[in-house]
């Protein structure tokens, strides 16, 4: 077993204190606040409980070992090894000093390097240089060649990964080179150390990862032991490599980069941070968009002042992400979560600054609770820390709604960050719940199947598609049909397209407005357009005259399908429903205790209408059975959803209305082929146990029809 091994686990069966112990070891256990890249950190809570750098170290040093080496290639792996993490150990104290004396904390390969001069050379020479052998020949330094060799390994750690993923330009690599050409180590000898330590310091990461990765890093190795001087990547290369996990999700990183060009896309500014590296992109900016992305990169690029890459603090040498990447994420319920508040946010300060006032300067805050911040440090002239910066109020609001997620309060929470924000106050921002809302919604594939027996021709739009459930299944079951799904949100809409690239799908998607379909496609050469559980959503967010909860927009959104229907062509309508005759009453008796303060909360927030009750016992009261059920609806979904659900009224209109405004608003050309309500499947079971349902009399009863399925054909006009 290596020494180093034996040394960590002496270390962690107490049988060795760190100061009695190597100094790396003692350097590395000792730090008290873990600098780690949360890319595949799972939960946040546990880097309290453990060291992740020292567990990382461990891990090398264990691959490490099992690779079959020659004796010297093992020896100087597993000195470059122990020390080329060390500087991100150290207590706070400590960290200081060392930055007092030279050493870069921030870049943990340079740092680390320097940190080991420091121990193994003393004082005789000053860190901040590269060592040479005849100096060190000179001074009387043992093992000269063994000291240089792991120097420069060290001060190279994990760049070769790092270039393959686009962060560092190709000629950060050459003190490898370097290497070779002192006479240090042969091109054999070179080759058989670097593919070794890449196997240790990838693998550690992900065994995956290194297998995934194994190929590319092979072709460097040969690069660097060639002799040929490394060719610069272009930037916008080396920003797709950086791009990879968005790729990977389904971004068209070529299409996307071509349409932001059009829009102004200043790609020569962005040329300017060629000879940077760029620390935590991807765990920090991988989640947005990649026009988001870009203008972050802008914006650092604006603030080099012209950038010469030679350290004198005119240029970007180091441009760091950490601080947007430590806010970015946080624990929910034991799992790391993206920020989604924060990226809210965020996304919408970044959609308010267009390409020409980046590359112009002239940048004007869209809200005075969030900036964006360009750091550079006195010890550090050629790094530059970005981060966005949110006012104490918003920080105070925004951890006040992570909080309030575990409680009663968090719908109160999250409309007061709505109205600071100016956030639209819909179900298409979820927060952090949204991936589940999506998969609940993709849930409800067998009640919308029923959708596809109706469809007519080849041309179909689906509005409001939300995780595509209704695309994937005319696409399975319908080979001769290519859906499109329309969407106003632009988070729906890059979430699909990302799906579609990903999954290899045919059908498409398209942002746009339900209430004005002719601006996307030609009036009449649609077959079928479907409303599935959208148009209460209309009626609900969209306001019409001013005012939202408005009969009127779900009329505009009808006559804007009726418009691009071809003759015989179809609607298809699945809603809610109201009950009738509206006079009913219905008893609510809560069989949870907090069941009758969820009901008072409720009738407070809703405002599609006044809700009626009449407050009967402690557990008990009456309704009108349509405020009844409209409240159900949301009493269902629980208190996660709560914040979205009480803003939507789920049904608004009985049988006989819808159908009166139909003939009202589409006229005689629009044929009623089916109209039918039923009560959907999964109500009654999720509200057993919770409540009980009675008429007046006290008597159980049954729930009424909440939805309903209509089917509109448009017929020839009368001659």
């Not at 970007?316 to 950490?322: A, K, M, R, V």
């Amino acid at each position: 077993m290596l020494k180093s091994l034996q040394a960590i686990e002496a270390y962690r069966e107490g049988r060795l204190q760190p100061s009695a112990g190597p100094a790396w070891l003692h350097i590395i256990v000792s730090a008290e606040m873990p600098i780690v890249n949360l890319e595949r950190v799972e939960s946040l809570q546990e880097l309290d409980q453990r060291n992740p750098v020292l567990d990382y170290v461990e891990r090398s040093l264990r691959l490490l070992d099992s690779l079959q080496l020659s004796y010297w290639i093992r020896e100087l792996a597993e000195e470059t090894l122990v020390w080329s993490e060390t500087a991100k150990g150290g207590t706070p104290h400590q960290r200081r000093r060392w930055q007092e004396e030279g050493i870069n904390c921030f870049a943990h390969n340079i740092g680390s390097a320097q940190l080991y001069w420091q121990h193994t050379a003393g004082e005789t020479f000053e860190i901040a240089g590269r060592p040479q052998v005849s100096a060190l020949r000179a001074a009387g330094v043992p093992d000269a060649e063994t000291l240089v060799i792991v120097h420069r390994l060290i001060e190279t750690h994990g760049l070769l990964g790092q270039q393959i993923r686009g962060e560092v330009p190709p000629e950060v690599n050459r003190p490898l080179a370097v290497i070779m050409e002192e006479g240090l180590l042969t091109a054999d000898e070179l080759e058989r150390l670097l593919f070794a330590l890449n196997h240790c310091i990838i693998g550690a990461v992900s065994p995956v990862l290194w297998q995934d990765v194994r190929s590319g890093i092979m072709e460097l190795i040969a690069a660097v032991t060639s002799g040929e001087p490394a060719e610069p990547l272009p930037m916008k290369e080396r920003l797709r490599r950086m791009r990879s996990g968005p790729i990977l999700r389904g971004e068209d990183f070529a299409a996307e980069w071509s349409r932001l060009e059009q829009e102004g896309l200043p790609a020569e500014m962005l040329e300017e941070l060629q000879p940077a590296t760029f620390w935590y992109a991807e765990s920090a900016l991988q989640t947005f968009s990649l026009e988001q992305f870009l203008k972050v990169l802008a914006l650092a690029a604006r603030s080099s002042g012209g950038n010469s890459g030679n350290g004198n603090g005119n240029g970007i040498g180091h441009l760091s992400f950490e601080a947007v990447m430590n806010s970015i994420y946080y624990d929910y319920k034991g799992t790391k979560k993206i920020n989604v508040y924060k990226k809210r946010i965020i996304e919408k300060y970044l959609s308010g600054l267009s390409w020409r006032d980046i590359a112009g300067g002239a940048i004007t805050p869209g809200n005075p609770h969030l900036i964006h911040r360009l750091r550079r440090q006195g010890h550090l002239p050629d790094t530059v820390f970005f981060d966005f910066e949110f006012s104490p109020a918003a920080e105070k609001l925004i951890e006040f709604c992570m909080e309030a997620e575990k409680s009663v309060l968090y719908e109160r929470a999250v409309l007061m960050l709505f109205d600071l924000f100016e956030l639209r106050r819909d179900a298409f921002d979820r927060f952090h719940n949204e991936d589940s809302y999506l998969s609940q919604m993709n849930d409800t594939a067998d009640y919308k199947s029923v959708i596809l027996d109706y469809i007519s021709g080849t041309t179909v739009l689906d509005i409001g598609p939300g995780g595509g459930v209704l695309l994937d299944l005319i696409e399975e079951r319908m080979p001769g049909v290519t859906p499109v799904g329309i969407d106003i949100s632009s988070n729906v809409i890059e979430a699909l397209q990302q799906r579609k690239a990903r999954e290899g799908r045919r059908w498409e998607v398209q942002q746009g407005d339900a209430l004005n379909l002719k601006e996307y496609v030609d009036a009449g050469r649609v077959d079928t357009v479907i409303f599935s559980s959208i148009l209460h959503e209309l009626y609900s967010y969209v306001p019409m005259d001013g005012r939202k909860f408005n009969h009127r927009t779900v009329a505009a959104a009808l006559v804007s399908a009726f418009e691009v229907l071809a003759e015989g062509g179809v609607i298809i309508i699945r809603d809610g429903i109201m009950t009738e005759p509206e006079t009913q009453q219905r008893r609510i008796r809560f069989l949870e205790e907090n069941g009758l303060e969820w009901l008072k909360r409720y009738a407070e927030d809703f405002a599609g209408r006044e809700i009626q009750y009449r407050v009967l016992s402690e557990q008990e009261v009456q309704m009108p059975v349509n405020d009844a059920m409209e409240f159900l609806y949301t009493y269902t979904w629980g208190a996660e959803a709560y914040v979205h659900e009480v803003q939507e009224q789920f049904g608004y209109f009985t049988p006989s209305q819808y159908e009166a405004f139909i003939r009202e608003h589409l006229g005689q050309r629009a044929q009623l082929e089916v109209f039918r309500h039923y009560l959907q499947e999964g109500y009654t079971e999720a509200l057993r146990g919770r409540i009980s349902l009675m008429d007046e009399d006290g008597i159980e009863v049954l729930l009424p029809d909440s939805t309903c399925f209509i089917v509109i054909r448009k017929v020839a006009a009368a001659d």
